[in-house]
């Protein structure tokens, strides 16, 4: 099932298990992105990375390079941008990650967060699970490596995905509603 990966403008085979993470490793063997590929790979203007880094929603790059955790900041902010308005997702990423712009005090690094993230939208996706206690099974399985840094972390993250779940998909369904109207306009 060829989708784009949430947050960016890569398409891939989302059925396929850890695909983000096979896609994104190699990019990073060179010690990160440049802003450039950045926007290229999310489909952002520049300026705009930059304004939230000016803002603190993520660390500055160091030597013009951003790392992973700092282009997964980036992608889950794409991702959530068309459903949540930015304060919302700020407080989001805080109540798991506390100061957004120092990686120092995160339950969990931004990389990890995304690949969970992924993992939860395509298991959703393809098997167009709606209901909780399925949703819920799935989380469970998904955080079974992640191990809490302190009590109460796992519960947070698991309450954190399930939002950002909840907003992609929100996402995706306004998509759909707009090229539905779309193709409604196209037939009259």
């Known amino acids: ?4 990966l949430p947050g960016t403008t ?34 952002l203007e520049p300026h705009t990375i930059q304004n939230w880094v000016k803002r603190g929603f993520l660390a500055p790059p160091v030597q013009k390079k951003y790392s992973r955790r700092q282009f997964s900041r980036i992608l889950i902010i794409n991702m959530l941008k068309s459903t949540l308005q930015m304060d919302k997702i700020c407080a989001l990423l ?28 395509s298991f959703a996706e393809i098997h167009r699970v709606y209901s909780n206690a399925e949703l819920d099974a799935e ?20 309450k954190v995905l399930e939002i950002m779940l909840i907003a992609y ?16 306009d196209m037939n009259r």
Do not use: H, W
């Open 139 to 158: 989380f469970d399985l998904v955080l079974a490596d992640y191990t809490e840094p302190f009590e109460g972390a796992r519960q947070r993250l698991k």
């Open 169 to 184: 998909r929100a996402s995706q369904l306004s998509r759909l509603a707009s090229d539905m109207i779309a193709d409604l």
């Open 10 to 43: 890569v398409k891939a085979d989302i059925s396929q298990e850890n695909i983000a993470d096979s896609i994104f490793t190699p990019m990073f063997l060179t010690g990160g992105l440049v802003l450039s590929q950045v926007a290229q790979l999310t489909g």
């Open 94 to 121: 805080s109540y798991v990650n506390n100061a957004l712009d120092d990686e120092s005090d995160d339950a969990i690094d931004d990389s990890q967060l995304y690949l969970y993230l992924v993992r939860m939208a």
């Open 1 to 4: 099932m060829i989708k784009l």
